[in-house]
């Protein structure tokens, strides 16, 4: 099993008191990303198109805490930008372990050799790294030749040192179904602990927008895949009806709030992937978004997502409504054959609104009135004169 049983124990039993408690809408997973500055410049990553000012923000140790008491998922991802640039990231999964949160720290790997006697091993905590399939295609994913075999040298490391790793595959148009396959093989020999993988949504500011799958795309790469993987003991950190939802094979709606965003800027509206507004707290993200105005079918934007911050959260709440159903797909894995599951009509969708511009403005006026003016130089000569007498 990918995910630990104790996780999987506890995170159902959360779910289930979620329900038994009514709760229409709740958190599973907090995503906490403390900054945006990054160690590498991604063609599909749309958190690095920032100014300086906002590229040097940092959310504090408290900040990250508070964050989590107000969300309270049982839970945590911390991303990105790349956490370990961050100076107190030790401090803040310390913080975070110690409340009994599981914890996925996100990373490229380029600075984990250097900076992994910062942080012990744990059975709630597990490194997360960045690979988007073998050496060629990561590479090529992340614009700079060698950090594949940087950060698989890395895993090794960290594997030896006893720490749990995971890795995570965003998946692009044009992926061969057979090499991404052969990477599941070649990951799973290494030794990692479990596969997180997605097609990549299509960030506004992205710099490459040709290579994002749209979804009738992305179901048939995912069930050439599967189809690879037959009889092989792939594991990943996902439920199995995401999985199957991914191959096509269920028609799900997003739940934007089961994995909340906590960024340097507040609580980003409406999730991880799409920044159209802030919320002051987590109350008031949850209270006050029009969550009914988004997601597939509802917002143009969202009209080819299918990544897990969306719709992991369903595929877990639904397993809690199919037992049953969830058994018969952990068993058989993930249909390849026969005809997908209806699809979500886009007929009534609203048009896309670009907002991101007027966010960042606000940001950097934000930044600009928190700086303290400079005072007046004061010219010293002749003090420094007579110091130097003296």
């Not at 990918?2 to 038994?20: D, E, F, N, S, T």
């Not at 990553?45 to 920032?50: F, W």
């Not at 030749?145 to 720490?163: E, L, M, N």
Request: net charge positive; aromatic share 10%.
């Amino acid at each position: 099993m990918a995910v630990p049983l104790m996780q999987a124990v506890r995170v159902g039993a959360y779910v289930v008191k979620q329900h038994i408690k009514k709760r229409k809408r709740y958190p599973l997973v907090l995503m906490l990303e403390p900054l945006f500055r990054c160690n590498l410049a991604c063609a599909g990553c749309g958190k690095i198109d920032y100014p300086a000012p906002i590229l040097n923000q940092r959310m504090s140790v408290q900040e990250c805490l508070d964050a989590d008491t107000e969300c309270g998922a049982p839970v945590i991802a911390v991303a990105g930008g790349e956490p370990l640039l961050h100076k107190e990231m030790p401090q803040i999964i310390s913080g975070l372990l110690a409340r009994k949160k599981y914890v996925y720290l996100c990373t490229n790997a380029l600075l984990l050799e250097k900076k992994m006697d910062d942080y012990q091993p744990h059975p709630y905590f597990s490194w997360d790294v960045h690979l988007d399939g073998d050496r060629s295609m990561h590479d090529q994913s992340v614009c700079q030749d060698g950090v594949f075999d940087r950060a698989v040298a890395a895993i090794r490391k960290a594997k030896a040192r006893g720490f749990r790793v995971s890795i995570n595959c965003t998946l692009f148009d044009g992926a061969d179904p057979r090499r991404v396959a052969d990477f599941f093989d070649e990951v799973m020999a290494i030794g990692v602990d479990g596969i997180m993988t997605a097609p990549g949504y299509a960030y506004e500011r992205a710099p490459d927008q040709a290579h994002f799958l749209n979804r009738q795309n992305t179901k048939q790469l995912f069930r050439d895949i599967f189809r690879y993987g037959r009889g092989k003991k792939w594991k990943f950190t996902q439920s199995p009806l995401f999985l199957n939802f991914l191959a096509g094979n269920e028609t799900y709606h997003c739940t934007p709030w089961g994995k909340p965003l906590r960024n340097v800027f507040g609580w980003q509206r409406p999730c991880y992937l799409l920044g159209e507004g802030y919320a002051s707290s987590f109350k008031e993200l949850m209270d006050d978004t029009a969550w009914d105005q988004y997601g597939t079918g509802n917002y143009e934007k969202c009209a080819d997502c299918m990544v897990h911050s969306g719709y992991e959260s369903t595929a877990v709440m639904d397993a809690v409504k199919r037992p049953l159903h969830i058994l018969k797909v952990a068993l058989r894995g993930p249909q390849t054959e026969g005809e997908m599951a209806p699809e979500i009509p886009l007929d009534r969708q609203r048009p896309a609104e670009y907002v991101f511009s007027k966010h960042v403005d606000d940001a950097m006026a934000e930044i600009k009135a928190k700086k303290p003016a400079k005072g007046p130089v004061v010219k010293r000569v002749a003090s420094e004169t007579a110091d130097a007498a003296d």
